[in-house]
């Protein structure tokens, strides 16, 4: 058994690097798998590669360099919980080819092994930069889940436009817009249908 999973992990590490990180440069998005001291381990940290225009405008960067900047966090319970949905969307990343990446493997149901980046396309970052934002605040661990199963649900398109109304339109409208999603997605805490809908959408 031991010696199966050495060869499981020196086929994934090697798998990652000759396949995977040489994406990484050129990927609109990275998940990040790290630790913060301050918080249990692992950490997961979406970010999203900043256009060379903003870059040159926002840090005055030269032209041409580019920016990963955060654009989610979790970690915690509210990470265990998610952690199918996080391996759903990210299972669904392809190469240029259109090939599977099965980054899901570095991403096991038990303890997580793996520390380092992982490339997104762009509705699996939007996908979880807006799981990341909504489940801030939110206790009931049942809502939690509950919407990111429903946010995985969405088409590309769905999950850029509700990032986009979460973040772009100013601190009081990004706060409102938050809090209307969390209801919308996730219901009202207590609420009973809460259970029956998410076991529906666990199968």
């Given at each position: 058994?031991?010696?199966?999973?050495?060869?499981?992990?020196?086929?994934?590490?090697?798998?990652?690097?000759?396949?995977?990180?040489?994406?990484?440069?050129?990927?609109?998005?990275?998940?990040?798998?790290?630790?913060?001291?301050?918080?249990?381990?692992?950490?997961?940290?979406?970010?999203?590669?900043?256009?060379?225009?903003?870059?040159?405008?926002?840090?005055?960067?030269?032209?041409?360099?580019?920016?990963?900047?955060?654009?989610?966090?979790l970690?915690?319970?509210?990470?265990?919980?998610?952690?199918?949905?996080?391996?759903?969307?990210?299972?669904?990343?392809?190469?240029?080819?259109?090939?599977?990446?099965?980054?899901?493997?570095?991403?096991?149901?038990?303890?997580?092994?793996?520390?380092?980046?992982?490339?997104?396309d762009?509705?699996a970052?939007?996908?979880?930069?807006?799981?990341?934002?909504?489940?801030?605040?939110?206790?009931?661990?049942?809502?939690?889940?509950?919407?990111?199963?429903?946010?995985a649900?969405?088409?590309?398109?769905?999950?850029?436009?509700?990032?986009t109304?979460?973040?772009?339109?100013?601190?009081?409208?990004?706060?409102?817009?938050?809090?209307?999603?969390?209801?919308?997605?996730?219901?009202?805490?207590?609420?009973?249908?809460?259970?029956?809908?998410?076991?529906?959408?666990?199968?």
């Amino acid at each position: 058994m031991t010696n199966q999973k050495a060869t499981t992990d020196w086929d994934l590490e090697r798998d990652f690097q000759q396949r995977i990180r040489p994406l990484l440069e050129r990927a609109s998005w990275v998940l990040r798998v790290t630790e913060y001291k301050d918080k249990p381990v692992p950490v997961f940290v979406v970010k999203e590669r900043s256009s060379p225009e903003e870059d040159q405008q926002k840090n005055g960067k030269a032209v041409g360099k580019t920016v990963l900047r955060d654009r989610g966090l979790l970690y915690g319970q509210s990470l265990r919980r998610c952690l199918p949905v996080i391996r759903t969307i990210t299972g669904s990343v392809c190469d240029d080819a259109g090939i599977p990446l099965d980054l899901q493997r570095f991403l096991g149901n038990g303890r997580i092994a793996f520390r380092g980046n992982l490339p997104m396309d762009e509705e699996a970052g939007v996908k979880l930069s807006l799981i990341f934002k909504l489940q801030e605040r939110v206790k009931e661990m049942d809502r939690v889940e509950l919407i990111a199963w429903r946010v995985a649900r969405f088409s590309r398109e769905e999950a850029a436009y509700w990032l986009t109304r979460v973040t772009q339109y100013g601190e009081a409208a990004n706060r409102w817009a938050l809090a209307g999603m969390r209801i919308m997605l996730g219901g009202q805490p207590g609420d009973p249908a809460i259970l029956h809908m998410l076991e529906k959408l666990r199968r």
